[in-house]
């Protein structure tokens, strides 16, 4: 099956940094999405982006789905930008998404 | 409007006992998908129903594990004769699952805890 793989596990930043997460896959995609796993557990939909690029304030995203990597961009990161930040593929012939093993935020003040 | 949810958020049974956990998708979503997460780990599918088509099992660990819907409405999973690794967190998610529109939204959990 579809391999996902999100690179780094584990990140800690200064309040105010700048960081870049990055989302490899081994196939053909109908979907691809980002989220954020709240300390509560909540997965947040942050960005549907099988192609393209997208910015929702300080985040943005982009896919190049011919090379089969997403990047998800965090500007002026905050203390609530912390937790869990998932990228999850559906694949062309498929119909579930399948996750990467996320990457552990936390921001510090 | 109103968001998938999910119910009850939170069930602590005995081994051995069968559970019930409940899911009302996004009202017009005709996909439904079940997953599990355990702690610290990521998203594992379980199963996907679609509109009236029948639905995808291949994600269910056993044959303790089964699941319903009614429609495009509700859903149920139950697992049966309950063990302590079926403890994890149980997620339902919907969408409208067409061309073009596959984004998938997710409910709130229910934290399953076999003792």
């Known amino acids: 099956g579809i391999q996902v793989e999100q690179s780094p596990p584990d990140l800690i930043l200064q309040e105010g940094a700048n960081s870049t997460l990055r989302c490899n896959f081994s196939d053909s995609v109908n979907n691809l999405q980002w989220f954020h796993q709240n300390p509560w557990g909540q997965l947040i939909n942050l960005f549907y982006i099988p192609s393209g690029t997208k910015q929702n304030g300080r985040l943005s995203a982009t896919t190049v789905a011919t090379e089969r990597y997403s990047l998800l961009y965090i500007s002026s990161s905050q203390t609530t930008d912390s937790g869990v930040y998932f990228c999850a593929v559906e694949p062309e012939y498929g119909n579930k998404l399948v996750f990467g093993a996320g990457t552990i935020l936390r921001v510090k003040s | 409007g109103a968001g998938v949810s999910q119910s009850p958020s939170n069930k602590v049974t005995e081994k051995g006992k069968d559970v019930e956990l409940r899911c009302d998708p996004i009202?017009?979503?005709?996909?439904l998908y079940w997953y599990r997460q355990r702690l610290g780990q990521g998203l594992e599918f379980l199963i996907y129903f679609q509109g009236n088509s029948a639905p995808d099992k291949s994600g269910l660990p056993s044959d303790r594990f089964s699941a319903e819907r009614t429609g495009e409405s509700v859903s149920t999973l139950t697992i049966q004769r309950t063990q302590q690794e079926d403890s994890a967190v149980y997620l339902c998610?919907?969408?409208?699952?067409?061309?073009?529109?596959?984004?998938?939204?997710f409910g709130p959990g229910t934290r399953l805890t076999v003792t």
């Open positions: 009202s017009g979503h005709t996909a």
């Open positions: 998610a919907s969408s409208f699952w067409r061309v073009g529109d596959y984004e998938q939204y």
